[in-house]
């Protein structure tokens, strides 16, 4: 099924998915891959499957590549740890990282090392001693690509912003001698074909809350922490945890709402304020580290 993204969307909008600047970026990518020896893609360790932009397979085509699985300390730690297992399984090397707090950052230089042993060995038979090591970095807008860039190059040079598209322009750091990163700006891809691909980029950020309707967002967020049911939100929330799954999403946003005081005149929930706070303690993990999407249980 094709995703009509204006489901979520007020229906004053006409939103344009791939604009001119998304289009210039994957040329960019194009034409930056031959100077580069490898490609580090960061994802969302709570939505791996739809922080992935599918044009990246084919953009990258052999290029070593490393996952780096950011925002892991929002994330379920058995579950980022299931989809290492399963990046592995595919020959691809995956690490947990967070940009905020630091974690993780130290082991991705040493392991885009590992993942071009072949190419260094080569450059060093060739009489080349420490021969430089250029490497790409590659993301859905607001995956946290600047601040993983700012955390290693130890220096604010990146513009970091809690909203996508920050990023205009390559740029080059260098992390370590002989060691290079070409940050790009992110790029989300011409189409959904999934729905849930989009309501959950929508849950995280990636995608701009001017331009969403955050009621019906909260309801379909509500929709799934029902069925994960993270302690931490039954907590927060005091809410019944047998019958929790059981309400509806928007007489449970409701309850949410009146439960935080969050009332109007005639003592009607404000829901609209209500589910801007509920995407605001989700996206800060103010409910628990919970993950929304798991690999294959075939394929683990």
Known sequence: MVFIIHDLMSTNQNIQWFPGHMTKTKRMIEASLKLVDAVVEIKDARIPVSSTNPDIDSLVGHKPRLILLNKCDM??????????????????????????SGKGLGSVVPECRKLLKAYIEKKQARGIKNPSIRVMIVGIPNVGKSSFINKVVKQNRAKVEDRPGVTRGNQWFTLDRGFELLDTPGVLWPKFEDQLVGERLAFTGAVKDQILDTELLAVRLLDLLKEIKPQKFIERFSLD??????????????????????????GEVNTERASAMLLDEFRDARLGRITLEFPPKDEV
């Not at 994330?75 to 905020?100: E, Q, V």
């Open 241 to 266: 945890a047998d019958s929790v799954g059981d309400t509806d999403s928007y007489e449970l946003l409701e309850l949410i709402g009146r439960k935080r005081g969050m009332l109007i005149s005639g």
């Open 75 to 100: 994330a379920d730690p058995a579950a980022t740890a299931k989809w290492i297992d399963y990046y592995s399984k595919k020959g691809i090397r995956a690490l947990a990282i967070d940009c905020r």
